[in-house]
Protein backbone atom coordinates (compact mmCIF):
# COMPACT_ATOMS: atom_id res chain seq x y z
CA UNK A 1 0.00 0.00 0.00
CA UNK A 2 1.01 3.41 -0.98
CA UNK A 3 -0.21 6.42 0.70
CA UNK A 4 0.16 10.12 -0.40
CA UNK A 5 -0.79 12.66 2.12
CA UNK A 6 -1.81 16.40 1.43
CA UNK A 7 -3.29 19.42 2.34
CA UNK A 8 -1.32 20.77 4.51
CA UNK A 9 0.01 25.02 4.84
CA UNK A 10 0.01 27.98 6.94
CA UNK A 11 -3.13 29.00 8.58
CA UNK A 12 -4.06 31.27 11.61
CA UNK A 13 -5.33 30.29 14.89
CA UNK A 14 -9.27 29.27 14.79
CA UNK A 15 -9.00 28.39 11.21
CA UNK A 16 -10.27 24.99 9.72
CA UNK A 17 -7.63 22.79 7.05
CA UNK A 18 -8.85 19.29 5.76
CA UNK A 19 -5.65 16.74 5.22
CA UNK A 20 -6.50 13.98 2.74
CA UNK A 21 -4.51 10.69 2.37
CA UNK A 22 -4.93 8.58 -0.75
CA UNK A 23 -4.13 5.03 -1.21
CA UNK A 24 -2.96 2.64 -3.94
CA UNK A 25 -4.73 -0.72 -3.87
CA UNK A 26 -8.27 -2.54 -4.31
CA UNK A 27 -8.25 -3.23 -0.59
CA UNK A 28 -8.53 -0.12 1.03
CA UNK A 29 -11.51 -0.88 2.84
CA UNK A 30 -9.81 -3.95 4.49
CA UNK A 31 -7.05 -1.25 6.25
CA UNK A 32 -7.53 0.89 9.38
CA UNK A 33 -6.53 3.82 8.64
CA UNK A 34 -4.46 6.64 11.13
CA UNK A 35 -3.47 10.01 11.53
CA UNK A 36 -0.14 10.98 13.20
CA UNK A 37 1.83 14.09 13.83
CA UNK A 38 5.54 14.85 14.43
CA UNK A 39 6.93 18.21 16.45
CA UNK A 40 10.77 17.81 15.67
CA UNK A 41 12.53 16.39 18.79
CA UNK A 42 9.22 14.49 19.74
CA UNK A 43 7.56 11.69 19.68
CA UNK A 44 5.16 10.62 16.91
CA UNK A 45 1.81 12.15 18.51
CA UNK A 46 -1.79 9.72 17.47
CA UNK A 47 -3.88 12.47 16.23
CA UNK A 48 -7.19 9.97 15.06
CA UNK A 49 -7.83 6.50 12.96
CA UNK A 50 -10.79 5.00 11.74
CA UNK A 51 -11.67 1.14 11.08
CA UNK A 52 -12.36 -0.03 7.69
CA UNK A 53 -15.74 -1.11 7.29
CA UNK A 54 -17.24 1.10 9.15
CA UNK A 55 -15.70 -0.33 12.41
CA UNK A 56 -15.72 3.51 14.47
CA UNK A 57 -13.20 5.92 15.20
CA UNK A 58 -11.19 6.92 17.33
CA UNK A 59 -9.43 10.10 18.41
CA UNK A 60 -6.31 12.07 20.76
CA UNK A 61 -7.02 14.11 23.40
CA UNK A 62 -5.49 16.94 22.33
CA UNK A 63 -8.04 17.24 18.97
CA UNK A 64 -11.09 15.70 20.45
CA UNK A 65 -13.98 17.48 19.26
CA UNK A 66 -12.04 19.62 16.84
CA UNK A 67 -10.73 17.59 14.59
CA UNK A 68 -12.94 14.63 12.40
CA UNK A 69 -11.68 11.58 10.58
CA UNK A 70 -13.73 10.13 7.35
CA UNK A 71 -12.89 7.89 4.79
CA UNK A 72 -14.30 7.17 1.50
CA UNK A 73 -13.63 3.47 0.40
CA UNK A 74 -14.53 4.30 -3.00
CA UNK A 75 -11.83 6.63 -3.53
CA UNK A 76 -9.15 4.73 -1.55
CA UNK A 77 -9.09 8.41 0.59
CA UNK A 78 -9.07 9.28 4.37
CA UNK A 79 -9.89 12.80 4.87
CA UNK A 80 -8.86 14.43 8.49
CA UNK A 81 -10.95 17.95 9.16
CA UNK A 82 -9.18 20.08 11.34
CA UNK A 83 -11.54 22.92 12.89
CA UNK A 84 -10.42 25.74 15.28
CA UNK A 85 -6.89 24.99 15.04
CA UNK A 86 -4.64 26.35 17.67
CA UNK A 87 -0.96 27.05 17.14
CA UNK A 88 -0.07 23.60 19.05
CA UNK A 89 -1.61 21.90 16.36
CA UNK A 90 1.62 22.68 14.37
CA UNK A 91 3.20 19.70 12.97
CA UNK A 92 3.95 16.89 10.28
CA UNK A 93 0.90 14.99 9.60
CA UNK A 94 1.52 11.48 8.40
CA UNK A 95 -1.48 9.24 7.23
CA UNK A 96 -1.12 5.68 8.14
CA UNK A 97 -2.52 2.07 7.50
CA UNK A 98 -2.75 -1.00 9.13
CA UNK A 99 -4.73 -4.01 9.05
CA UNK A 100 -6.30 -6.20 11.74
CA UNK A 101 -5.60 -3.44 14.63
CA UNK A 102 -7.55 -3.96 17.35
CA UNK A 103 -8.97 -1.18 19.28
CA UNK A 104 -6.76 -1.21 22.08
CA UNK A 105 -4.16 -0.70 19.87
CA UNK A 106 -5.41 1.57 17.34
CA UNK A 107 -3.56 4.56 19.06
CA UNK A 108 0.24 3.58 19.07
CA UNK A 109 2.24 3.70 15.58
CA UNK A 110 3.91 0.66 15.73
CA UNK A 111 0.53 -1.03 15.08
CA UNK A 112 0.79 0.64 11.33
CA UNK A 113 2.32 -0.63 8.79
CA UNK A 114 2.27 1.63 6.10
CA UNK A 115 3.20 5.88 6.01
CA UNK A 116 2.75 8.47 4.02
CA UNK A 117 5.22 10.90 3.47
CA UNK A 118 3.89 13.58 5.61
CA UNK A 119 2.37 17.14 5.07
CA UNK A 120 3.44 19.88 7.18
CA UNK A 121 0.51 22.10 9.03
CA UNK A 122 1.87 25.34 10.28
CA UNK A 123 -1.18 26.95 12.66
CA UNK A 124 0.25 30.89 13.50
CA UNK A 125 -0.73 32.85 16.88
Known amino acids: VQLQAFGGGLVQAGDSLKLSCVASGPTFRTYSMGWFRQVSGKEREFVAAIKGNGGGSFYGDSVKGRFAISRDNAKNTVTLQMNRLEPEDTAVYYC???????????????????WGQGTLVTVSS
Open 96 to 114: AAGRRIINSSIRGHQAYHY
